[in-house]
């Protein structure tokens, strides 16, 4: 029998550590010790769309709720297509793949990131979103690791994972809110919680907010988003 490979004990040592967190921060926080990056985000798919399970950080949190904004970006596409999305340097080539979000990302936007899909066959549960500081072609041991360590959070989500598809863990507060105010547009506009989503994402958008802004702003009844696009404060 082939022994496991040395990087699955040391990232399942780094989950059993952080057993006194929550766990999705855990698994981010594992996914940054073993591997040579800065931070990791989880996004996961809900029925409204996709939403943020776990960052490392506030500028991971950050970059992904702009790519939820904006519908663009290389979690997008790792999702979309089913495959690891690689970019060495963001700057070099993100303007002319993603210029939405290039165009919202701050000064501290990382220099590579690298997508990779969590899904088993044909179950597509999310993606992690690996990010490193300084542009670097990923080598193929960095490669053969990471794509190790997507599988361990594939199998982790899936193994807590409801019968009805619930991931298990509780979402982060901002994919919380966006759930409550999809989910009052659904109530106030007759619409499916899809379409919601998008009326949420293209106020969003529209007006240079993050989708959460706007999410805490319909909670808060400060927002309400109307059938005709005048949507009224």
């Not at 950080?57 to 904006?70: G, M, P």
């Not at 549960?125 to 361990?152: C, F, I, N």
Request: proline letters at 6%; glycine letters at 8%; charged letters at 15%.
């Amino acid at each position: 029998m082939t022994p496991p490979h040395p990087l699955v004990a040391e990232f399942l040592a780094v989950l059993a550590e952080s057993a006194g967190e929550t766990t999705p921060a855990g698994l981010c926080r594992a996914c940054v010790s073993v591997l040579p990056v800065a931070r990791a985000a989880i996004v996961v798919h809900s029925a409204d769309g996709w939403e943020l399970l776990c960052a490392s950080d506030e500028v991971a949190a950050r970059i992904e709720a702009i790519q939820a904004t904006v519908g663009d970006g290389p979690a997008i596409d790792a999702i979309t297509g089913g495959a690891p999305v690689l970019v060495p340097d963001l700057t070099a080539t993100g303007f002319a793949r993603w210029p939405a979000l290039l165009d919202t990302l701050d000064h501290d936007a990382p220099s590579a990131v690298f997508a990779f899909p969590l899904q088993i066959g044909a179950i597509r549960l999310g993606v992690l979103d690996l990010y490193r500081e300084a542009p670097q072609v990923l080598s193929s041991q960095d490669m053969t690791s990471m794509t190790l360590v997507a599988h361990l959070v594939t199998m982790t989500l899936l193994n807590d994972a409801g019968r009805d598809g619930d991931p298990g863990w509780e979402l982060s507060p901002d994919a919380q809110t966006i759930h409550q105010a999809t989910g009052m547009v659904v109530a106030q506009l007759g619409v499916p919680a899809r379409e919601a989503y998008v009326r949420l994402q293209g106020h969003a958008f529209a007006h240079g907010l993050l989708l959460g802004e706007v999410a805490a702003d319909v909670v808060a009844r400060r927002l309400r988003l109307t059938s005709d696009g005048h949507d009224t404060r």
